[in-house]
């Protein structure tokens, strides 16, 4: 499995797993997938995750990004925070993702994630 087939994974598993926590359900999936482990490292930290994103967002509360976004999001800034990837290549990616499964038609997605990836990526380095 590439890299970028691995990010789709693990950003559909955020959805799902937003998703069931919403729904108030257990998720039924994280013994069966493959990355499970990298699933559960990124909830293990989703509280810092999670604080880090709030903290870039300007008049606007995590929890109205749509779930699509919000998995999105939540695993660039994992990637940069935990994983220290580089910022362009977690940026990129997200943006990659962004335009897949979540652009509207006029880019406007795709532009918001932009710029609270690029706050995302500044706060991390401030905070490091």
């Known amino acids: 499995m590439t890299q970028h087939e691995k990010r789709i994974q693990l ?6 797993y937003d998703l069931s926590l919403q729904m108030e359900k257990k998720p039924s999936y994280l013994s069966e ?3 499970s482990e990298s699933l559960q490292e990124i909830i293990n930290v ?3 995750i999670d604080h880090i994103i709030s903290s870039c967002l ?3 509360r995590i929890n109205r990004l749509s779930y699509v976004d919000r998995a999105i999001i939540r695993l660039a800034t ?4 935990k994983l220290k990837l580089e910022p362009e290549i977690a940026i990129n990616e997200a943006l990659n993702l962004t335009r897949a499964y979540s652009m509207l ?12 990836l690029d706050s995302i990526s500044k706060y991390i380095k401030e905070h490091q």
């Open 58 to 60: 300007t008049n606007y």
């Open 105 to 116: 038609d006029d880019e406007k997605q795709v532009k918001f994630s932009n710029k609270l």
């Open 11 to 16: 950003m559909h598993l955020l959805y799902q």
């Open 78 to 81: 994992y990637e940069m925070h």
């Open 46 to 48: 989703l509280d810092d």
């Open 33 to 35: 997938v493959d990355l």
